[in-house]
């Protein structure tokens, strides 16, 4: 478990879904109320590696679209979202309506993402770690994961 990446998905969880730009502010809100400085490139890269590591499951939408961002980042299935300390108030602060992303929505995501992971010929220890994410996705989303085992066992198995 990773408790940044979980805080992560705890800000995203406390709007539903929130696009790469909101969730930088809202990261960028916490640390003001800390008392800290920003590096953007810091956060860019926390955002990307919770992506990464299936704790944020980017979903398209045209519901929640803002005007260069069509994909709401959602709670992934390997998170267990955790609201970080002075969070709380993020809804209040931010001008961002709670949203509802169908788990459906968020299955099909997560299966076209790690489709085209897999398609990407990974390493023995990410196909390892991926096998993993599927049995999570499972109980995250109605996902059917047993052709993605498939593939990815065939991964280990030559």
Known sequence: ????????????D???GLTRDELARALTELAFRRGADVDESAVDRLIEEAREDYYL???ETDEYAAADD????????????TVPDDGEDL???LDVERRRVPREDRAAAFRARLAA?????PDESRVEYLLDVTYDAETWAP????DL???????LDS
């Open 1 to 12: 478990m990773d408790r940044t990446k979980d805080e992560l998905a705890g800000v995203v």
């Open 14 to 16: 406390l709007f539903g």
């Open 57 to 59: 499951v980017g979903v």
């Open 70 to 81: 069509r994909e709401l980042l959602v709670p992934g299935p390997v998170a267990f979202p």
């Open 91 to 93: 809804p209040h602060i």
């Open 117 to 121: 992971e897999i398609g990407t010929d």
């Open 143 to 146: 996902v059917e994961a047993d």
């Open 149 to 155: 085992r498939e593939r990815l066992q065939s991964h």
